[in-house]
T-cell receptor, first 112, second 114 residues
Framework: SQQGEEDPQALSIQEGENATMNCSYK?????LQWYRQNSGRGLVHLIL?????REKHSGRLRVTLDTSKKSSSLLITASRAADTASYFC????????????FGKGTLLTVNP | GAVVSQHPSWVICKSGTSVKIECRSL??????MFWYRQFPKQSLMLMAT?????????EQGVEKDKFLINHASLTLSTLTVTSAHPEDSSFYIC??????????FGPGTRLLVL
């Protein structure tokens, strides 16, 4: 069953604005990962946050993890048109042997 | 970063034929690779876990005789779609695990069965 659920399903913003996407999951996890997918392409790994971490930064990306609420958020600051893509969270559940369960994704459109 | 390649990037075949897709980790060894399937505008669905030197582990509902997986070496896993039918048309993506945490994904293979 799908574990990660992102919201919103679609988000449209103007260049320069910040974009926030949320992800909820159901079981205990080892880590949570965020990926980006441009239309018809493979996935690009953005950031991994472990279950004992609460926040992580990478460039314009900021990820938070709240294991008590089983949720995570991805913030993209100062968005660019090139950030237009689908964003997926994926959870590595405890005992899953590194298998990832993907959410349905958020389609982000950044308008120039 | 770690690079995973897939070949071919797209393939069109006639119904009833078999298609082989290769997944390679180019600059690291991967004891575990995964195969996913993605339908248009949907998320990735895990099909199977490919382990080097042993049989693949298939997810519930995935026919192992339909989707043959061979993990021949630490850098190569292959997925063969046997007797392909139009409903097998999809985007197939592989991933390889590096450093036991991060999965790196290939660029995907688009399969169209006529």
């Amino acid at each position: 069953s799908q574990q990660g659920e992102e919201d919103p399903q679609a988000l449209s913003i103007q260049e320069g604005e910040n974009a926030t996407m949320n992800c909820s999951y159901k079981t205990s996890i080892n880590n949570l990962q965020w990926y980006r997918q441009n239309s018809g392409r493979g996935l690009v790994h953005l950031i991994l946050i472990r279950s004992n971490e609460r926040e992580k930064h990478s460039g314009r990306l900021r990820v938070t993890l709240d294991t008590s609420k089983k949720s995570s958020s991805l913030l993209i600051t100062a968005s660019r048109a090139a950030d237009t893509a689908s964003y997926f969270c994926a959870t590595d559940a405890r005992g899953s042997n590194y298998k990832l369960t993907f959410g349905k994704g958020t389609l982000l459109t950044v308008n120039p | 970063g770690a690079v995973v390649s897939q070949h071919p990037s797209w393939v069109i075949c006639k119904s009833g034929t078999s298609v082989k897709i290769e997944c390679r980790s180019l600059d690291f060894q991967a004891t575990t690779m995964f195969w996913y399937r993605q339908f248009p505008k949907q998320s990735l669905m895990l099909m199977a876990t490919s382990n080097e030197g042993s049989k693949a582990t298939y997810e519930q509902g995935v026919e192992k005789d339909k989707f043959l997986i061979n993990h021949a070496s630490l850098t190569l896993s292959t997925l063969t779609v046997t007797s392909a039918h139009p409903e097998d048309s999809s985007f197939y993506i592989c991933s390889a695990v590096e450093l036991k945490e991060t999965q790196y994904f290939g660029p995907g293979t688009r399969l169209l069965v006529l």
